[in-house]
């Protein structure tokens, strides 16, 4: 469902005036100015009070708020029947356990906001989704089509990997090249990196480091994404129910940014059979060994599976007790770290990291097992690979052509 003119539902709560409209001046008053009872499109706190008005308006029906997403709302009743409103601004997608259950949340809805109801979901931020006979998939297709006949590139040759492992990219000493256009190319392919498309997670935010000022070597790196989407353009993330538990994996590659040796973090989760969230980002922090460089990788996966673990537990249908998420990791060094109960304090930098991950230990919310290299799903997210190690990653994250 869509809410129609959204933000002209939120009332204000402080004094905001505005010039009369134009052709509607009242004669006699030109010096006078309007008063503001409800937000307009164009006030900054215009989102803000739309949300508490909708906020407002669910929880005084019954709905509870899941504490760890603030714009999830789920109602249920003791037979199990209910349904979960998921709000993004004043997008909304609605689950029910039955089709009367959801139909109540729309009349409810209705009688509240002028509302467009949209029927069943296919398309919602970008992002299509399809139904198939076991699960559904996701698919960004028709937006990274867009996205090549935009930029020029919808009849490219495609290559088989968004990067080049052999080449090593470096900051623009020179002039930038095409500044603005770079910009925007970086933009359009975030969206589908965050959204649908894991496998280009590194890539993308490999190039982003270079917005400000890049070279021919980086847009050539840009071409390389773009060539890469050509030829995998029906790529979607197909969840079918199972396995039914929250997994994840992480890896770090350690010391490859060379101007200022940083190291980079990768991790992804999976449910059911599929990649539900992930990263691949440069470490705020100079590591000293492989060994630290896959501790803080491991630290921000932990902290993501605790949220996520808060985040299902919260949801009425999900079995409880929940289970803690299994996190695989690639190194015996990282993992001997993280059960030791002793901290020498050598190390600082990983001090409170470690104090962070024994906690999520004994608590019950992560467990940590060794995996090797070649069937980490996170090694995709820390550096460039080959073509069969690249096939092989995204086919693993839940990615295929739909």
């Given at each position: 469902m869509d809410v129609k003119t959204a933000f002209l539902n939120g009332v204000l709560e402080e004094e905001v005036y505005m010039k009369q409209?134009?052709?509607?001046?009242?004669?006699?008053?030109?010096h006078k100015v309007c008063k503001l009872v409800k937000s307009l499109y164009g006030l900054k706190q215009a989102p803000k009070q739309w949300h508490q008005r909708f906020d407002e308006a669910v929880l005084s029906n019954g709905f509870e708020l899941n504490q760890s997403d603030k714009c999830l709302?789920?109602?249920?009743?003791?037979?199990?029947?209910?349904?979960?409103i998921c709000l993004y601004v004043d997008d909304m997608l609605i689950f029910g356990t039955n089709l009367r259950q959801v139909e109540l949340t729309k009349e409810f809805?209705?009688?509240?906001f002028a509302m467009k109801d949209m029927g069943e979901a296919e398309v919602i931020l970008g992002i299509r989704i399809k139904r198939e006979n076991k699960g559904i998939s996701l698919t960004q297709s028709h937006y990274i089509e867009k996205v090549l006949k935009k930029f020029n590139y919808e009849n490219c040759s495609p290559v088989s990997t968004p990067m080049d492992a052999s080449v090593k990219l470096m900051p623009n000493t020179g002039q930038a090249v095409s500044q603005l256009e770079y910009s925007r190319v970086i933009g359009c392919l975030m969206y589908a990196m965050t959204s649908t498309r894991p496998d280009i997670a590194f890539a993308v935010g490999k190039l982003s480091r270079y917005t400000s000022n890049p070279s021919t070597h980086?847009?050539?790196?840009?071409?390389?994404?773009?060539?890469?989407?050509?030829?995998?353009i029906n790529y979607g993330l197909s969840y079918f129910g199972f396995p039914s538990v929250l997994e994840g994996y992480s890896d770090a590659s350690w010391n490859t940014n060379e101007e200022n040796h940083s190291s980079t973090s990768g991790w992804v989760f999976l449910l059911g059979g599929g990649a539900i969230s992930w990263a691949s980002k440069k470490q705020t922090c100079i590591t000293n060994s492989t060994m630290e460089s896959e501790f803080v990788a491991l630290a921000a996966a932990g902290r993501e599976a605790e949220w996520l673990r808060h985040l299902v537990s919260e949801i009425p249908l999900w079995p409880k007790p929940v289970s803690p998420i299994s996190i695989h990791c690639d190194s015996q060094a990282t993992l001997a770290k993280a059960y030791s109960q002793v901290y020498n304090g050598k190390s600082r930098h990983l001090g409170l990291r470690h104090s962070g991950i024994r906690e999520l230990i004994t608590h019950g919310v992560i467990t940590l097992e060794f995996i090797r290299s070649e069937h980490n799903l996170a090694d995709h997210l820390t550096k460039g690979l080959a073509r069969d190690l690249v096939i092989k990653s995204a086919k693993g994250m839940g990615l295929k052509s739909i």
């Amino acid at each position: 469902m869509d809410v129609k003119t959204a933000f002209l539902n939120g009332v204000l709560e402080e004094e905001v005036y505005m010039k009369q409209p134009e052709g509607f001046v009242m004669p006699g008053n030109e010096h006078k100015v309007c008063k503001l009872v409800k937000s307009l499109y164009g006030l900054k706190q215009a989102p803000k009070q739309w949300h508490q008005r909708f906020d407002e308006a669910v929880l005084s029906n019954g709905f509870e708020l899941n504490q760890s997403d603030k714009c999830l709302y789920s109602k249920f009743d003791d037979s199990g029947n209910g349904v979960i409103i998921c709000l993004y601004v004043d997008d909304m997608l609605i689950f029910g356990t039955n089709l009367r259950q959801v139909e109540l949340t729309k009349e409810f809805l209705s009688s509240n906001f002028a509302m467009k109801d949209m029927g069943e979901a296919e398309v919602i931020l970008g992002i299509r989704i399809k139904r198939e006979n076991k699960g559904i998939s996701l698919t960004q297709s028709h937006y990274i089509e867009k996205v090549l006949k935009k930029f020029n590139y919808e009849n490219c040759s495609p290559v088989s990997t968004p990067m080049d492992a052999s080449v090593k990219l470096m900051p623009n000493t020179g002039q930038a090249v095409s500044q603005l256009e770079y910009s925007r190319v970086i933009g359009c392919l975030m969206y589908a990196m965050t959204s649908t498309r894991p496998d280009i997670a590194f890539a993308v935010g490999k190039l982003s480091r270079y917005t400000s000022n890049p070279s021919t070597h980086h847009w050539q790196a840009v071409r390389r994404v773009l060539k890469y989407l050509k030829g995998t353009i029906n790529y979607g993330l197909s969840y079918f129910g199972f396995p039914s538990v929250l997994e994840g994996y992480s890896d770090a590659s350690w010391n490859t940014n060379e101007e200022n040796h940083s190291s980079t973090s990768g991790w992804v989760f999976l449910l059911g059979g599929g990649a539900i969230s992930w990263a691949s980002k440069k470490q705020t922090c100079i590591t000293n060994s492989t060994m630290e460089s896959e501790f803080v990788a491991l630290a921000a996966a932990g902290r993501e599976a605790e949220w996520l673990r808060h985040l299902v537990s919260e949801i009425p249908l999900w079995p409880k007790p929940v289970s803690p998420i299994s996190i695989h990791c690639d190194s015996q060094a990282t993992l001997a770290k993280a059960y030791s109960q002793v901290y020498n304090g050598k190390s600082r930098h990983l001090g409170l990291r470690h104090s962070g991950i024994r906690e999520l230990i004994t608590h019950g919310v992560i467990t940590l097992e060794f995996i090797r290299s070649e069937h980490n799903l996170a090694d995709h997210l820390t550096k460039g690979l080959a073509r069969d190690l690249v096939i092989k990653s995204a086919k693993g994250m839940g990615l295929k052509s739909i």
